[in-house]
């Protein structure tokens, strides 16, 4: 099929040769720890309390442009790990988990608010709780499942700032457990993997709160695993790293599922150090992931950039006319940089599969494109005295 006014960019710079990878970011400001609790809330990411031999209560603010950790209010209860967090309107929840003076399941909760840099007690959960998880949809918060006085629970409650009230809910409905992971995607809650004292998981489940409904979706194919980490991005859900409660039995796979189509994709390697306990969120379209436990306890901290990225970096190249774009009537590649004589060309798909070769002779720099659509492909240039060049190509229509 003719695809007239195709537009390619070959892009012969390291700066996006290797988008959906891990970035190493600035080390988090406060001491190594594990079990911290983590949101973000606009531009900015906020990881605070956790354990490492000591409990904390301290709270940074990361400052995703600047690339760096200031010091905030200290929160105001207890100090502790392995509470929940959620967002709503502009402030942060924080409640439930193992405190300083060894109630092992807490239920009293506070908000942070970033305008004034100050916290205030609301009400606190009914049922107290450790390692449990927790997401908001729209002006609501919810938090669910985790580790009771009584044992391993499934029970699911909503909190409503505006009542400042806590209201039970449909019961999770998989089995009880705790150390699971739960993200936010539109107007739905995501809750899986974790696990029953030696039990692993890998069931994932939707909930509506328009009608207050359980869904199963597909199961995550990675190992059951608990306390792994978990973020969204726009229609995606991710879950990182994580154990299998056996010595040495950290993870650092990375996982990711798509809501159109319901399904998990394997992708790259998350870069740190496998671990279990970490803190995750996303920020304007990219994920972080750092802290936790394995060896040791870690602050290193770690952006993740998807093809979204890549996209949305191209497209501002576009608009600032910082390179060339060339527009076609034909169905042809046309390379915007100088090639090196006989160069050997190859275009692959996002599972390695050669889709173009090509010879070029001196001279040439166009490149018959036929069976391409849009989308984001990888590209190969060998050629004499210049090496290997490689990187991304996006077809923008």
Known sequence: MKKNFLSIIFIFSTIIADAQTWTPKQNFGGAARRS?????????????????????????EYDQSANTWTQKADFIGTARFAGVAFVVSGKGYVGTGYDLNNVFNTKDFYAYDPATNSWVQVA????????????????????GT????????KDFWEYNPTTNAWTQKTDFPGAARYEDVAFTIGSYGYIGVGSYANILYSDFYQYNPDD??????????????????????????????????????????????????NTWTELVNF???????????????????????????????????????????IENLF????????????????????????????????????LLTAILKPGENKLAARTLVSGI??????????????GKVVILH
């Not at 969204?232 to 990182?240: F, L, P, R």
């Not at 870690?298 to 950039?305: A, I, L, V």
């Not at 076609?328 to 090639?339: C, G, K, M, P, V």
């Not at 492909?377 to 490689?390: A, D, I, M, Q, T």
């Open 36 to 60: 911290a609790m983590a949101f973000s809330i606009g531009n900015k990411g906020y990881v605070g309390m956790g354990y490492s031999g000591a409990f904390y209560k301290d709270l940074w």
């Open 124 to 143: 606190s959960m009914p049922v107290a709780r450790r390692y449990a998880c927790a997401f908001a949809i729209h002006d609501k918060g919810y938090v």
């Open 146 to 153: 985790g580790v009771g006085d009584l044992g391993y629970l």
């Open 212 to 261: 207050d409904t359980w869904s199963q979706i597909a199961d995550c194919p990675a190992t059951g695993k608990d306390a792994a980490s978990g973020f969204a991005i726009k229609n995606k859900g991710y879950v990182v790293s994580g154990s299998n409660q056996q010595p040495n039995g950290w993870y650092n796979d990375f996982w990711e599922w798509d809501q159109q189509s």
């Open 271 to 313: 870069s740190g150090a496998p671990r279990a306990f970490g803190s995750g969120i996303s920020i304007g379209g990219k994920g972080y992931v750092g802290l936790g436990e394995a060896v040791s306890y870690y602050k290193d901290w770690w952006e993740f950039c998807p093809d979204s990225c890549l996209t949305t970096f």
């Open 319 to 354: 608009n600032e006319n910082v390179i060339r774009v060339s527009t076609l009537n034909a169905d042809e590649i046309l390379f915007n940089s100088s090639l090196p004589q006989n160069a050997i060309v190859k275009v692959f798909d996002v599972k390695g599969n050669v």
């Open 377 to 390: 492909y990888f590209y190969e240039v060998k050629g004499s005295g210049v090496g290997v060049w490689r």
